[in-house]
């Protein structure tokens, strides 16, 4: 049974940062795509950030967001800085086997999602 467990969401001010963890069982965890998604009320799910070898970035989050992964841990990062109240969302974690893409319909395996909110 594959999981993906995400934490570190929260409420924050416009301007400050939070960092998001998404801890998986899958095996080799080297080999998967890790990305971050996200989905604000009414709207579809969007790409937010992706990593193989290095970071992919949606060009609303670039140069304010780094992803990061520790494949001795399992575990992928998404650090996030100088956020904005159009930031908020359920922030999801997602693995596919390979390299990255920007397509959510490529992405196998999903964690349950943690809210951001950024007040202004």
């Known amino acids: 049974q594959v999981q993906l467990v995400e934490s570190g969401g929260g409420l924050v001010q416009a301007g400050g940062s939070l960092r998001l963890s998404c801890a998986a069982s899958?095996?080799?965890?080297?080999?998967?795509?890790m990305g971050w998604f996200r989905q604000a009320p009414g709207k579809e799910r969007e790409f937010v950030a992706a990593?193989?070898?290095?970071?992919d970035y949606a060009d609303s989050v670039k140069g304010r967001f780094s992803i990061s992964r520790d494949n001795a841990k399992n575990t992928v990062y998404l650090q996030m800085n100088s956020l904005k109240p159009e930031d908020t969302a359920v922030y999801y974690c997602?693995?596919?086997?390979?390299?990255?893409?920007?397509?959510?319909?490529?992405?196998?395996?999903w964690g349950q999602g943690t809210q951001v909110t950024v007040s202004s």
């Open positions: 899958i095996r080799p965890f080297s080999s998967y795509t």
């Open positions: 997602a693995a596919r086997y390979g390299s990255a893409t920007y397509s959510l319909y490529e992405y196998r395996y």
């Open positions: 990593i193989y070898w290095s970071g």
